[in-house]
């Protein structure tokens, strides 16, 4: 039922770069504020459009997409100036 038998298998996830691993144990005051507030840090970044080389496919019920290549995140200002429309809700 699940990643086709068997068939599929994924690689062991890597550990985090600093200073996100020592951030994650929650054994320092600094770790416990990070992980106290991860959903504020979150949502920080909720709000960066996903930009990327891309395939859309459209052949069934739910249209894909596979990235090629880097992925980017581009934050904009959550005000634009005077003379630029809005970009978020």
Not at 28 to 38: G, K
Not at 64 to 85: A, C, D, K, M
């Amino acid at each position: 039922m699940c990643c086709s038998g068997g068939k599929v298998k994924l690689p062991e996830l890597q550990l985090p770069p600093e200073p996100l691993k020592s951030l994650m144990p929650g054994t320092t005051p600094e770790s416990q504020h990070f992980l106290d507030n991860i959903g504020k840090y979150n949502s920080c970044f909720q709000m960066t459009s996903f930009g990327m080389p891309a395939k859309v496919s459209d052949s069934g019920f739910m249209p894909t997409f596979r990235v090629q290549g880097q992925i980017y995140h581009r934050g904009g200002f959550l005000l634009p100036p005077s003379n630029e429309e809005h970009k978020f809700l």
